[in-house]
């Protein structure tokens, strides 16, 4: 099963490396993973997308809450929460297929971010129906390069019910 | 004036890291020098700082480990950059499967060398993350106390484990003050130590509701020194304990409720008490594969309550019923004040179960040819146990020696038995004598060997001989690699690959070459009195005691067999017609 797991770290060297390490040395793989400072910049947060049967989960988020530097970590898999991903693709562009390639961009709500004679470069931010929506209709004009953040998550807040 | 102040109050980082482990009441570290570390030992040759000079690293690592286990406080040791540092590494990780507090330094080339491949860079950091609980790339002097304090605290909280401190030349060499904070405060670490009551009282209601209860104790209690809770837990509830290779000591091996060790060497009535009981109550013990052996066949009727400092024990290898996370310990202590109930009724209830398990041992109880003409080393054991105190400290090396050890020796005191259960490393055992040696020099400290694993550390009797510490290393010599040899008997039929040790040196004479008394043993009638002679010479010996060659450890539970399948002894048609083969 998918698992989106938060976790807050130390902003310091090497924790990357403690918390891949606790992914690889079980021998599984991390489909994404994004990291960024959070508002005290000495605090980091990391979401990071794995597959595991439950046990392996478990084992794994108990091995990242062992983690000296680690200082908070949640698996939102059960729970309600957004997440977002973003990415750059540039596809290029001929005068036949120009406006098609734009309509559907437009349809996702993307950005134009850069433009030459030849290309366009778009910014599309969504979850990850509205992506791999947006890569499949976009694919058969000719993707020249695709540039994925992987995914930032955070649980919704229940307070309102 | 303010400039003079100012001045004296800077220290250089190398004399910043001294102070910093006074302050953390080490008493000796372990270690071995190298250029990155000139600064280091230059300052604590003038702070008069006990260091002792191993002939190796690995020797360093593993004698901080038992200097650690033997007494229960933090082992210190430490290596120079590159080589220095990667010759711990079998030492850091002996120490991180065992769950013991070792700080390790390792120096490393200057800051901005870093990444360059410098001469003798190594990434220590890197190659010891998954063998370290934590670790520390110093980046400047003054910063040296605070981690210092840390890796400490790190290092024997919760549940312990090693610590590396990776220290550039240029933070040794560099200036700074010394500052040390009041206390430690780690946002990201703070080890659960009380037991949840309400799972605490789930395991009272499991208790009452089993009929065949066994308790099954690990290296936990020792390390968390709650041998007497758990005789107290025990004999209140009259349910009989079985121990792990680590927890031996924990519980008295002289009780008439301990069964043994259980698992792989285990004995029959541990095993069988295991496999046939309704209520598994383990503590401080991880369900390692060498105690379960097949997982899926492991104590099939039973319910498991699992005590254990580390959530991450819990439900790792098998399923748990009642997890309790707390210091064993403290929720042993618990468990022994809430519980209501005498003694009295229990032992009415228990009395058929305790009658069976009873009766396990009596069926098969550990045995070998006492009527043998030869030495066997199951006797050695047994004699080492009548004749040394109650207090000595036996260490282990790997293999054979390590099983007879477990089963013959009777362990009375926690910390009394030093031995590498996770990793299995021989080469351990000496320098781990050393250690706790050096914490308890009045004490008796005796390394069983085997011949193999002896002569991986052996460069350490010139350790000994400097120091003139009493450690004694009774070698089983069976002239084999004898764990191995004794699979390939059972299962490669007897084909020795690579496990004969022919050419063995005279260890009588290596000792003497050394310094070091040596005693040979090549006759039964021998043993009792070179034992005597070993033991009541005030320095080191290596006592050469030459056994039966081909004996074997039993009983045995195959790889994949369930815990009550095991073998009691080598087919005897099968292996006569294969000792006129290898003559
Ligand atoms: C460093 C290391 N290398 C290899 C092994 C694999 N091994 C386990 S037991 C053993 C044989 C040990 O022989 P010896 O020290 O003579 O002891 P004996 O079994 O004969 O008592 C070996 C090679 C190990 N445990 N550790």
């Known amino acids: 099963m998918r698992h989106t797991i938060t976790i807050t770290v130390e902003n310091k060297f090497g924790v990357l490396s403690r918390v891949a390490g606790l992914f690889s040395g079980r021998g599984f793989n991390i489909e994404s993973l994004s990291v960024g400072e959070t508002l005290d910049p000495t605090i980091s947060r990391m979401t990071i997308v794995t597959r595991g049967d439950d046990r392996i989960i478990e084992q794994v988020t108990k091995q990242l809450r062992k983690l000296v530097d680690v200082i908070k970590v949640t698996d939102l898999t059960d729970s309600s929460f957004v997440d977002r991903e973003m990415i750059l693709v540039k596809i290029s562009a001929t005068e036949k ?7 559907i961009n437009e349809i996702f709500r993307g950005k134009i971010v850069d433009v030459s004679p030849t290309t366009y470069t778009f910014e599309i931010t969504g979850d990850e129906g509205k992506i791999e929506a947006f890569i499949k209709l976009i694919k ?16 919704r807040e229940m307070n309102g019910e | 004036m303010q400039q003079i102040r100012r001045v004296t109050m800077q220290m250089s980082g190398a004399e910043i890291l001294v102070k910093a482990l006074q302050e953390e009441g080490v008493e000796v570290i372990f270690g071995y020098p190298g250029g990155v570390l000139l600064d280091f030992y230059d300052a604590l040759f003038r702070a008069g700082m006990r260091h002792i000079l191993t002939r190796h690293e690995q020797a360093a690592a593993h004698a901080a480990d038992g200097y650690a286990r033997a007494s229960g406080k933090v082992g210190v040791c430490m290596a120079t950059s590159g080589p220095g540092a990667t010759n711990l590494v079998t030492g850091i990780a002996t120490a991180h499967m065992d769950s013991v507090p070792v700080v390790a330094f390792t120096g490393q080339v200057p800051s901005h060398m870093i990444g360059g491949d410098a ?34 605290h790190i290092a024997s909280t919760g549940r312990p484990g090693p610590v590396v401190i990776d220290l550039p030349k240029d933070v040794l060499q560099g200036k700074g003050k010394y500052h040390r904070p009041d206390k430690v405060e780690i946002r990201g670490y703070k080890p659960k130590t009380e037991g949840h009551p309400g799972q605490i ?11 065949r209860p066994v308790i099954y104790a690990g290296g936990g209690v020792v390390i968390s020194g709650a041998g007497g ?4 837990f025990a004999e209140k509830n009259m349910i009989p304990v079985t121990n792990t290779l680590l927890g031996l000591g924990g519980f008295p091996g ?15 009535q541990a095993n069988m008490t295991i496999h046939e009981s309704d209520l598994i109550i383990a503590i401080g013990a991880r369900f390692d594969d060498r105690v379960t052996g097949a997982v899926a066949k492991f104590a099939p009727s039973a319910r498991v309550v699992h005590i254990d400092v580390d959530p991450s024990a819990i439900s790792k290898n098998i399923v748990v019923h ?36 009873r009766a396990w041992g009596e069926e098969r109880p550990l045995s070998y040819d006492r009527k043998s003409s030869l030495i066997k080393p199951q006797y050695v054991i047994e ?13 282990t090396e790997v293999g054979q020696n390590q099983m007879w050890v477990a089963q013959y020796y009777k362990f009375v005191k926690p910390r009394t038995l030093l031995s590498s259960g996770g990793l299995g490393t021989m080469g351990y055992g000496f320098p781990a004598a050393m250690g706790a040696q050096f914490a308890f020099p009045k004490r008796v400290v005796v390394d069983v060997a085997g011949d193999g694993s002896i002569q991986m550390n052996i460069q350490e009797l010139a350790t000994v001989a400097q120091h003139n510490i009493p450690v004694k290393i009774v070698i089983l010599n069976n002239c084999f690699l004898g764990m191995v040899r004794q699979w390939q008997e059972l299962f490669y039929d007897a084909r020795y690959s690579q496990t004969c040790l022919s050419s063995n040196p005279d260890f009588v004479k290596v000792a003497e070459a050394y310094g070091v008394k040596g005693i040979r043993i090549s006759d039964k009638a021998e043993v009792e009195a070179g034992l005597k002679e070993a033991l009541a010479h005030p320095g080191p010996v290596v006592v050469d005691c030459q056994i039966d060659r081909e004996e074997g450890v039993y009983p045995m539970v195959p790889a994949g067999a369930a815990s009550s399948e095991m073998i009691f002894g080598p087919d005897r048609k099968k292996k006569e017609s294969k000792l006129k083969a290898v003559k």
């Open chain 1, 97 to 103: 297929n120009k406006a098609e390639i734009l309509r």
């Open chain 1, 140 to 155: 058969p004009f000719g993707v020249k390069e695709i540039s994925r953040t992987g995914k930032v998550a955070i649980l």
């Open chain 2, 119 to 152: 001469f003798q860079e190594a990434d220590i950091i890197g190659i010891t993350r998954p063998i370290t609980k934590h670790s520390y790339l110093a980046t400047s002097p003054g910063e040296l106390p605070k981690i210092v304090q840390e890796a400490f």
């Open chain 2, 201 to 211: 009282k789930r395991v009272l209601s499991e208790i009452m509701k089993a009929k």
């Open chain 2, 229 to 232: 809770e758990l005789v107290a």
């Open chain 2, 254 to 268: 002289n009780h008439p409720l301990f069964l043994g060790m259980l698992g792989m060497h285990g004995t029959y």
């Open chain 2, 322 to 357: 009642v997890p309790v996370v707390g210091d064993v310990r403290g929720v042993l202590k618990e468990l022994n004040k809430i519980q209501k109930g005498e003694k009295a009724v229990w032992k009415e209830i228990r009395s058929k179960w305790l009658d069976r398990v």
């Open chain 2, 383 to 395: 004699k080492l146990s009548e004749l040394a105190p109650d207090d000595a400290i036996i260490t």
